[in-house]
Every structure is written in structure tokens, then in C-alpha cells.
């Protein structure tokens, strides 16, 4: 039986890659951090799996991941955890750098001494493209990052490069598109647009606050995405790969989309522009090329952006209908 330790179990992608690797029949291994209230909301229904054990600890300290590497000997670490909300990484700069950029060097310290034989996947992201050098960004489009996490995922890349390089880790780097699902957090833009035009639709909330309705993502389904990190691991050689639909849709669209999937005519009349949503330094516009992956991998998106939206208003208006405020 296969073992995988996942750093990031409770995160959106977390998730879903522990569903997906025990669905393998894998025995994972997730590594959760300490915190007065439990975020197991999202693995809730696999928290009393035979084949899921939680382990502590926490990117900022050392030894719980070279001791959990150590005893577990997992054929492969995914490495999700991360301060991933781009917002919130002006405000706490320092600590951004600690998760998001030292986290990926502890982690790959924890494979080198405790396990080296591990495979180790590294979720790098389309962020650290920022103001784009090339359209559509690929592997090999330099970075230009534009926020203190968009920098730290630049060094995080780096790094696992660097030890594939220095230590001969099978460590690779997967360059991720945009992925959203309902399990995404309520900060990140889709599912503030699909919860908030839900709520709009049941008569509990009037309008939507948004900063920035004019920069454009390439959006996929996070499900889809848990997948192309695992297939990296099984290839015979560590390389890195760009994950993407390859379209681009602007936020507006995004509203524009949910409001028509929740049966709200005129989108003008439930939005407000708030500046505090406006970023110190905007990413404008990213859209990917996945035709390695699609080449090497045999991996393609199963879902279009409208049906992205479509599942994501959904699923707001059924978790909406039975909660009360
Ligand atoms: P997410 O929902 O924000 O999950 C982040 C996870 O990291 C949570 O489980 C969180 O635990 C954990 N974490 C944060 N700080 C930690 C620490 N100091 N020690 C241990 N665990 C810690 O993020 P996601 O959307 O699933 O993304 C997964 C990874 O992919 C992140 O590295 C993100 O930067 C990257 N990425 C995401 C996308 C995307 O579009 N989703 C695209 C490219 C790259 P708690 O539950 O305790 O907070
Ligand atoms: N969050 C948020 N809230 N974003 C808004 C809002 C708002 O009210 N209004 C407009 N936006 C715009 C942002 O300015 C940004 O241009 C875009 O919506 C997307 O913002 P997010 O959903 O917060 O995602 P992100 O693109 O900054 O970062 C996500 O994708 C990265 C990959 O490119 C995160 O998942 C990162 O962890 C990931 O690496």
C-alpha cells in the first residue's frame, strides 16, 4: 500500500487530493496544525477513514516535519500548506515569507534528512507570472511577481528546483492556474461572487462588495487540478508543469455568470465597487498553456468555465437554503 503525506489536508485542495489518493487506495497521512476551533470542516467526511491518520505540526516548525517524514517514510509528500490568500500577504508580509517561501525548505529538509527516497510535489503558482512577460504563460515564461506571496512562491519554486538539482530529490514544481470549487475559501473572489448572489437570490444580503472587476483568470475546477499534481509524481522523471484551461474570463464575468445562474437579471443593481478590495499592485491578467501536460501527462480540464460557475452558485444556494444567518 501506497503512503502520502499532504501538508495543507484541510485546504481546498487538501481535500480533495486525500479523497482522491484513499479513493487509489493510499494510506495518507495529513499534516494538520494546532488552533483553539478545528478547520476540519473540509475533510469532515473522511475523518473517520481506516486509511487517513492526522498528524501535528506546523510549516514554521522543523522538527514535526522531519520527525513525521522520518516515522511515516511516505512514497510522496505533497506539499499544499501555505498562507495562500494573495490579499492578506501585504498585511502580513513577514509571515507570508515564513509559510509560503521558508515552509517549502523545511519541508524539503524534513525529505532530505528524514526520507529522501520521497517524491515531493510543490504547488507553485500562476502568481508568480504577475505582470506577465508572455501570453499564454508557460513553463518557461520568466516570473515578474506582484505581491509578497506572488515572491515568496517564486523562492518556493526555486528551492524545490534547487534540491532536485543539489540532493537528486524527485521533487517537482507544479505551476497551478487559478482552481476553485465550493470548498473554496469565502475570501477568494469566485466563491465570494457565487455565496453572496446565493444569498442575494434568498433575500439575506442586498448587494455584493467587490474591488477590482476587470482582472481576468484562467479559472478551473479544483478537482481536476488534485489530479495533474499526482500524475507529476508517477512520470520516471521530476520536471515541472503548468496546469491551466487556457481561457481567460474577467471577475465581471464571473458575476455576470452567477447572477444569471442564480436567476438574478441585472447584475449592476446587486454589485458595489469597494476600494478596499483594490490591490497595492494588480495582477491583471493570466492565462495559461497546458500542452505539456496535456502531452506528457494525458491530463485535461473536465469541466468549462460557465459549468465551473453553474456548480459553484449551486452549491451556495443549497448550503444557503438550509443555514440560517
Ligand atoms: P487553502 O484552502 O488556503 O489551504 C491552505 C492550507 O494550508 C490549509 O490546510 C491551512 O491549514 C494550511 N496551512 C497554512 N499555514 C500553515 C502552517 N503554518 N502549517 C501547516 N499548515 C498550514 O489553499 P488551497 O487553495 O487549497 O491551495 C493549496 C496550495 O496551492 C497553496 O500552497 C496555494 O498557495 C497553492 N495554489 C493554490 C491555487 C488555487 O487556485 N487554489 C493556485 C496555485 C497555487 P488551516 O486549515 O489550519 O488554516
Ligand atoms: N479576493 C477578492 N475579493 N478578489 C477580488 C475582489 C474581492 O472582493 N474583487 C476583485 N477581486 C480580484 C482580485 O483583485 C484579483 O485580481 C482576482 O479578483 C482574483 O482574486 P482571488 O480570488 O483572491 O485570487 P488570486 O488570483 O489573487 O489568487 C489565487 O490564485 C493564485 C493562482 O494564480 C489564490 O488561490 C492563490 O493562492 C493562487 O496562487
Redesign the pocket.
Known amino acids: 500500500m501506497k503512503k502520502a503525506f499532504i501538508t495543507g489536508t484541510t485546504g481546498q485542495d487538501g481535500s480533495y487530493l486525500a479523497e482522491f489518493l484513499l479513493d487509489k487506495g493510499y494510506h495518507v497521512y495529513g499534516l494538520t496544525r494546532r488552533t483553539s476551533t478545528q478547520s476540519f470542516a473540509r475533510i469532515k467526511h473522511l475523518i473517520h477513514h481506516p486509511k487517513l491518520t492526522l498528524v501535528s505540526g506546523d510549516l514554521i516548525d522543523q522538527h514535526s516535519l522531519t520527525y513525521a517524514i522520518q516515522r511515516i517514510k511516505p512514497d510522496e509528500v505533497y506539499n499544499l500548506a501555505?498562507q495562500?490568500?494573495?490579499?492578506a500577504s501585504w498585511e502580513q508580509p513577514v509571515l507570508t515569507g515564513e509559510f509560503t517561501a521558508l515552509g517549502v525548505t523545511r519541508v524539503l529538509e524534513a525529505v532530505r534528512l528524514g526520507y529522501p527516497k520521497a517524491k515531493f510535489y510543490q504547488a507553485s503558482?500562476?502568481?508568480m507570472f504577475g505582470k506577465v512577460r508572455e501570453v499564454p504563460q508557460r513553463e518557461t515564461t520568466p516570473f515578474y511577481p506582484r505581491s509578497p506571496?506572488g515572491v515568496a512562491?517564486v523562492y518556493g519554486h526555486w528551492i524545490t528546483i534547487n534540491y532536485r538539482e543539489s540532493f537528486n530529490i524527485f521533487a517537482v514544481s507544479g505551476i497551478?492556474?487559478?482552481h476553485e470549487s465550493p470548498r473554496r475559501g469565502l475570501?477568494?473572489?469566485?466563491r465570494?461572487i457565487a455565496n453572496a448572489v446565493a444569498r442575494i437570490k434568498l433575500g439575506k444580503q442586498q448587494y455584493v462588495?467587490?474591488?477590482?472587476?476587470e482582472?481576468k483568470?484562467d479559472w478551473g475546477y479544483a478537482r481536476d487540478y488534485v489530479k495533474a499534481m499526482w500524475l507529476m509524481l508517477q512520470q520516471d522523471k521530476p520536471e515541472d508543469y503548468v496546469i491551466a484551461t487556457g481561457e481567460t474570463h474577467s471577475?465581471k464575468e464571473f458575476l455576470q455568470l452567477s447572477c444569471q445562474a442564480a436567476g438574478i437579471n441585472d447584475w449592476h443593481s446587486v454589485y458595489k465597487h469597494?476600494p478596499a478590495?483594490?490591490?497595492p499592485a494588480?495582477?491583471d491578467s493570466?492565462v495559461g498553456d497546458a500542452t505539456k501536460a496535456k502531452k506528457k501527462l494525458h491530463w485535461q480540464p473536465s469541466i468549462s468555465f460557465p459549468e465551473l460557475v453553474k456548480l459553484m452558485v449551486e452549491a451556495e444556494l443549497k448550503l444557503e437554503a438550509k443555514t440560517e444567518d
Open positions: 501555505a495562500s490568500f494573495v490579499a503558482s500562476s502568481e506571496y512562491k497551478l492556474f487559478n475570501e477568494f473572489v469566485t465570494k462588495e467587490l474591488g477590482n472587476l482582472s483568470r471577475v469597494n478590495y483594490d490591490r494588480e495582477v493570466l
